[in-house]
């Protein structure tokens, strides 16, 4: 069965303050990893799709990168904007994507 | 272009009743998700279209829910008899097929009481 663990589960980040948000997975053959970000309220906006072992993709002040057993989103100088909550999901031959529980995000001005 | 739409966004409704969402995906996106969150929880996949088939539920989905996609456009998603377990957002995201990455509409919020 498919497993994605992500941590930290919330993260308080003074604006300005880079770091990174860890999505570790198990899956028998990975056909993707996606990140979406969710505000309060609001379903889950896609972010990136990564499909193999040192791929990267960025996007404003995120970078997506990922390994053989987790991925990492890095959040460069984040601003009050950027805080959301950050999901991870996992696709493995023709299932529907697993998701997370996600990390909490907030920037603080 | 319009996202997906869902109606109603929010739901309140006492316990034993009925609910019925409604899910009008991206226009020419032949596949169909429903998922289910719950506060401080990734969306739960309970069942997806291709077109106007059905292809997979999840065990989640008890036999008081029922889903329909008549005619591969707009999809439905009814919930018999509530229980206070059912208060969730429920999520619907389409995608065209061979894509990996879902589109999520807002979500309709159900609260039984």
């Known amino acids: 069965e498919d497993q994605v663990t992500q941590s930290p589960e919330a993260l308080r980040l003074q604006e300005g303050e880079s770091s990174s948000l860890n999505c570790s997975y198990t899956?028998?053959?990975?056909?993707?990893l996606f990140w979406y970000r969710q505000d309060p309220g609001k379903g889950p906006e896609f972010l990136f799709t990564l499909y193999s072992a040192g791929e990267e993709k960025e996007k404003e002040r995120l970078k997506a990168t990922l390994t053989k057993k987790e991925s990492f989103l890095h959040i460069t100088a984040p601003k009050p904007e950027d805080s959301a909550t950050y999901l991870c999901?996992?696709?493995?031959?023709?299932?529907?994507?697993?998701f997370g529980k996600g990390t909490r995000l907030s920037v603080i001005a | 272009d319009t996202g997906v739409s869902q109606d109603p966004r929010h739901k309140i409704t006492k316990r034993g009743q009925n609910v019925t969402f409604r899910c009008d995906p991206i226009s020419e996106h032949n596949r169909l998700y429903w998922y289910r969150q719950t506060l401080g929880q990734g969306p739960e996949f309970l069942t997806y279209f291709q077109n106007e088939a059905q292809l997979e539920k999840s065990r989640l989905l008890s036999d008081r829910f029922s889903a329909e996609r008549p005619k591969g456009s707009f999809s439905t998603l009814e919930i018999q008899r509530t229980e206070q377990g059912d208060s969730a957002m429920y999520l619907c995201a389409s995608s065209p097929m061979g894509a990996g990455e879902l589109f999520f509409g807002e979500g309709s919020r159900l609260t039984v009481l």
């Open positions: 999901a996992v696709r493995s031959g023709n299932t529907p994507l697993v």
């Open positions: 899956v028998s053959g990975l056909r993707g």
